[in-house]
């Protein structure tokens, strides 16, 4: 974090209510022209473009449903035995149809809330981070902390980043959570609307393209929903070593360091280094 003149905490914090506002003010431009493209991005995705995306599904499924219309009034006209069926198997086709696209539209709104979700963890994120710069522009610190406290509040997600004063990594590791936590359930809402799915197919056949269909998207959503859960855990784990490594390492920028050092001739040697 470069440090500039802009160091009103008010005036970051105001600022970062719009996505990259506090990291223009502070005068990190590509940190906040970054933040800012991505979410305008996400932020498309979710409305304008889901939306579109949800009336192309409706429109095209439309004939479909007509033609399970027309089928079924057939079918209810009809008193020939062999036309009857020969109807049943047109409308049962067309049913199919109409449950694929059906399928498809849940599939988008499970993918806009996961999406929604990163939205707002990258909008919690530009909050934190702003802060951060801020705090470092005023209080940056070259004192040895200790990788023991940073261990025991690690134990908490995020709070051994605090300790360190990396709040932008903080506000990091919340989106990945918050948007990693999102998407197991909605991953598991999916698994268990295909299940229902399969358990009302496989009544009718465990051998049509449509049950197959049903429960490659079960295991799909399924692997999917494990995905997620193995990232929280290793994100977790993450944060525990990352807390370790900066609090080992904080005093990195330190001009002045005291070592003690083993002597080959037997004992110990005081060293004190003075970088310029």
């Keep these: 974090d470069i ?7 008010p005036l970051t914090m105001l600022f970062a209510i719009f996505p990259g506002g506090g990291q223009y003010y502070t005068e990190h ?30 429109e095209q499924a439309e004939p479909f449903r007509d ?29 199919a149809r109409v449950h694929e696209k059906s399928d ?27 802060f951060g710069i801020w705090y470092n522009n005023n209080y940056r610190s070259v004192e040895l902390k200790s990788m023991k406290k940073a261990l025991l ?26 948007g ?3 998407s197991i359930w909605t991953s598991q809402n999916m698994v268990e609307y295909y299940l229902d799915r399969k358990h009302v197919v496989e009544k009718e056949s465990t051998t049509s393209e449509e049950y197959e269909r049903v429960d490659e998207r079960v295991t799909y959503y399924r692997k999917n929903r494990n995905q997620y859960i193995w990232a929280i855990a290793l994100l977790y784990l993450y944060s525990i070593g990352d807390a370790a490594v900066d609090a080992l ?28």
Excluded: C
């Design 180 to 182: 990693s936590a999102t």
């Design 153 to 178: 509040w690690s134990i908490i997600p995020g709070f051994g980043q605090m300790y360190n004063r990396e709040f932008g990594k903080q506000g990091l590791l919340y989106m990945a959570f918050i």
């Design 249 to 276: 390492l904080s005093d990195f920028d330190n001009p002045m360091h005291l070592a003690v050092l083993p002597r080959l001739g037997g004992g110990l040697q005081a060293l004190m280094s003075f970088d310029f």
């Design 3 to 9: 440090p500039t003149k802009r160091n009103s905490l």
């Design 67 to 95: 033609s399970v219309a027309y089928f079924t009034s057939k079918m209810l006209r009809e008193t020939n035995r062999d036309s009857l069926a020969a109807y049943h198997t047109k409308r049962n086709e067309f049913i």
């Design 29 to 58: 431009y590509v940190r906040g022209g970054f933040i800012t493209g991505i979410e305008l991005l996400l932020l498309y995705e979710v409305t304008a473009n889901k939306s579109y995306q949800h009336r192309r599904v409706l």
């Design 104 to 130: 498809k539209k849940m599939e988008q709104e499970d993918l806009r809330k996961a999406e929604t979700a990163w939205l707002y963890g990258l909008y919690l994120y530009s909050f934190f981070d702003a």
